[in-house]
T-cell receptor, first 114, second 113 residues
Framework: KAGVTQTPRYLIKTRGQQVTLSCSPI?????VSWYQQTPGQGLQFLFE???????NKGNFPGRFSGRQFSNSRSEMNVSTLELGDSALYLC?????????????FGEGSRLTVL | DQQVKQNSPSLSVQEGRISILNCDYT??????FLWYKKYPAEGPTFLIS?????DKNEDGRFTVFLNKSAKHLSLHIVPSQPGDSAVYFC????????????FGKGTHLIIQP
């Protein structure tokens, strides 16, 4: 069974630009979550999507948005990039049923903002 | 305000000995706790979990202990092996799972030969 796939793995942007990251969950998983990992803050929850609907959102500004498609694939977008947005963005999927918290993570997309 | 705290950024343990990683939390609504392990250039992988109705859960070399009154949990690895060298994240869930996981900042475990 293929794991969670994230693209691109690495990217460099400049301040003010926008970026779109993609995530393909494990086949059969309907829930996709996004996390931001930075050295100072650890992993922080961005949002979760289930059946194309945002189910919950973390404490991030509106510049961070996402969506989920009918095939459960998800994208997240960050607009008007700031230096502090440099981070590893992790996507995680689960079946979407009873939430035991066990998530399956992708390898992440490392974003550098110059 | 950090709701899940891992106060040791790093921990060095000799191979074969016990590794004990600690985690404290402040939110009384947390009802499920998990440990994730992360190697460089890889995503975190689920290791072990415990429900708030239990005080211990064991899986092979890994045991998690939960002390609800102290709002403290710990992960014991016995015996420690070189492949255990990684960053370990403590995570907690509240509200029956509707919310995302709250992670600690991680502890880098180094197993020395």
């Amino acid at each position: 069974k293929a794991g969670v796939t994230q693209t691109p793995r690495y990217l460099i942007k400049t301040r003010g630009q926008q970026v779109t990251l993609s995530c393909s969950p494990i086949s059969g998983h309907r829930s996709v979550s996004w996390y931001q990992q930075t050295p100072g803050q650890g992993l922080q929850f961005l949002f979760e999507y289930f059946s194309e609907t945002q189910r919950n959102k973390g404490n991030f500004p509106g510049r961070f948005s996402g969506r989920q498609f009918s095939n459960s694939r998800s994208e997240m977008n960050v607009s008007t990039l700031e230096l502090g947005d440099s981070a590893l963005y992790l996507c995680a999927s689960r079946t979407g049923g009873a939430n035991t918290g066990e998530l399956f993570f992708g390898e992440g997309s490392r974003l550098t903002v110059l | 305000d950090q709701q899940v705290k891992q106060n040791s950024p790093s921990l060095s343990v000799q191979e074969g000995r016990i590794s004990i990683l600690n985690c404290d939390y402040t939110n009384s609504m947390f009802d499920y706790f998990l440990w994730y392990k992360k190697y460089p250039a890889e995503g975190p992988t689920f290791l072990i979990s415990i429900s708030s109705i239990k005080d211990k859960n064991e899986d092979g070399r890994f045991t998690v202990f939960l002390n609800k009154s102290a709002k403290h949990l710990s992960l014991h690895i016995v015996p420690s092996q070189p492949g255990d060298s990684a960053v370990y994240f403590c995570a907690a869930r509240a509200g029956g799972g509707a919310d995302g996981l709250t992670f600690g900042k991680g502890t880098h475990l180094i197993i020395q030969p």
